[in-house]
């Protein structure tokens, strides 16, 4: 059996406080490194190997690029997003599905409802239940029925790791992150590689730094349509538009970040939370470096705006102890 994150691993990263007095901790692990791959920052134990999830689709768009599929930028872009399942994300998959002549049917993703609270009113309000195309990886997997179709190969079998298009996603994955030696699947039914935190940050590093067409184009892609990889005014999606980061949560509390300049970050949580994460992982580069000073304090105060009622005011939020509550 594969081991995975142990409590000996871990650093506190987060620390959530009332009043000046500590109410909740979140441990996990993280590591910074510098464009030339070397690491610029840790807290706990980087070799710990974890499931990435949903951190690499780049990954495996990039792998469905290179196996035949046809994407537009916005099809490139939510082929790598946890998207909320707005209409306008629902559309882009539909039309990545169409442009290869399949449907909705033909998505092995579960149903469900979208993380979008306006458009979930709304569908309820027009009679309509949960669907494939509002699951928040309906985009990766229309990807990969477009690369099956694209490519001659069956679409039935898309998910099996022993499938072409499968194939193509694991060679992208270590091509970026290095050597996979355990595949377990992930929660919409695809693959899911289990690697080390640090090849995870060593992938964006080297993703955002590359010269390769598949990942220019990933990256072009998500820079030009933020709103697709998570949804307006998300964590992911604002970071990407004012700083060019590409930004991509994973879940049970990953998340990766690569600048323009070529450094990345991974984190990842003990106990699942994202609490912190997106605040945590801006800190840890701005102390490497890789974010100027006004840069991340606009950056903080899109992310965390200041407390409006007595009872936000008195809690309190420090990451890798220092506190970011400004209380």
């Given at each position: 059996?594969?081991?995975?994150?142990e409590?000996?691993?871990?650093?506190?990263l987060v620390?959530?406080?009332?009043?000046?007095v500590?109410?909740s901790?979140?441990l996990g692990?993280?590591?910074v490194l510098?464009?030339?791959?070397?690491?610029a920052?840790?807290?706990?134990k980087p070799?710990?190997?974890?499931?990435?999830?949903s951190?690499l689709?780049?990954f495996?768009?990039i792998?469905?690029?290179?196996?035949?599929a046809q994407?537009s930028?916005?099809?490139?872009?939510?082929?790598?997003?946890?998207?909320?399942g707005t209409f306008?994300?629902q559309?882009?998959?539909?039309?990545?599905l169409e442009?290869?002549?399949l449907?909705?049917?033909d998505?092995?993703?579960p149903s469900?409802?979208?993380?979008?609270?306006a458009?979930?009113d709304?569908?309820?309000?027009?009679?309509?239940?949960p669907?494939?195309?509002?699951?928040?990886?309906?985009?990766?997997h229309?990807?990969f029925?477009?690369a099956?179709?694209?490519a001659?190969?069956p679409?039935?079998?898309y998910?099996?790791?022993?499938?072409p298009v499968?194939?193509?996603a694991l060679?992208?994955?270590e091509?970026?992150c290095?050597p996979?030696s355990?595949?377990g699947?992930?929660g919409c039914g695809a693959?899911a590689?289990q690697?080390?935190?640090?090849?995870?940050?060593?992938?964006f590093?080297r993703?955002v730094?590359s010269?390769?067409?598949?990942?220019?184009?990933v990256?072009?892609?998500?820079?030009?349509?933020?709103w697709?990889?998570?949804?307006?005014?998300?964590a992911?999606t604002?970071?990407i538009?004012?700083?060019?980061i590409?930004a991509?949560?994973?879940?049970?509390g990953?998340l990766?970040?690569?600048?323009?300049?070529?450094?990345?970050?991974?984190?990842?949580m003990l106990d699942?939370?994202?609490r912190?994460?997106?605040?945590?992982?801006?800190?840890?580069?701005?102390s490497?470096?890789?974010?100027g000073k006004e840069?991340?304090?606009?950056?903080r105060?899109?992310?965390?705006p200041?407390?409006?009622?007595?009872g936000?005011r008195a809690a309190g939020?420090e990451?890798a102890?220092?506190d970011?509550?400004g209380?």
């Amino acid at each position: 059996m594969e081991l995975g994150l142990e409590l000996s691993d871990c650093a506190e990263l987060v620390r959530i406080t009332r009043n000046k007095v500590v109410e909740s901790r979140h441990l996990g692990v993280a590591v910074v490194l510098d464009p030339s791959g070397q690491v610029a920052a840790v807290l706990g134990k980087p070799q710990a190997r974890i499931f990435p999830r949903s951190a690499l689709k780049p990954f495996q768009t990039i792998g469905s690029l290179r196996a035949g599929a046809q994407l537009s930028s916005q099809g490139t872009a939510l082929a790598c997003a946890s998207h909320l399942g707005t209409f306008r994300h629902q559309r882009i998959a539909e039309q990545t599905l169409e442009a290869a002549g399949l449907g909705t049917t033909d998505l092995q993703c579960p149903s469900s409802w979208p993380g979008d609270s306006a458009t979930r009113d709304a569908m309820n309000r027009q009679g309509l239940g949960p669907g494939r195309l509002a699951f928040n990886c309906s985009g990766k997997h229309a990807a990969f029925l477009n690369a099956a179709v694209h490519a001659g190969e069956p679409t039935g079998s898309y998910l099996s790791p022993g499938h072409p298009v499968q194939r193509a996603a694991l060679d992208a994955m270590e091509e970026f992150c290095g050597p996979i030696s355990f595949v377990g699947i992930d929660g919409c039914g695809a693959p899911a590689p289990q690697m080390s935190l640090l090849s995870l940050a060593r992938g964006f590093g080297r993703l955002v730094s590359s010269t390769d067409p598949q990942a220019e184009q990933v990256v072009q892609s998500i820079r030009e349509n933020p709103w697709a990889i998570r949804g307006e005014g998300s964590a992911n999606t604002l970071v990407i538009e004012r700083t060019g980061i590409i930004a991509k949560l994973g879940a049970e509390g990953v998340l990766a970040m690569g600048t323009p300049g070529g450094y990345s970050v991974a984190l990842k949580m003990l106990d699942g939370s994202s609490r912190g994460t997106d605040l945590l992982a801006l800190d840890l580069l701005a102390s490497a470096g890789a974010l100027g000073k006004e840069e991340h304090r606009q950056l903080r105060a899109a992310l965390a705006p200041a407390a409006s009622t007595p009872g936000a005011r008195a809690a309190g939020l420090e990451l890798a102890g220092r506190d970011f509550s400004g209380n």
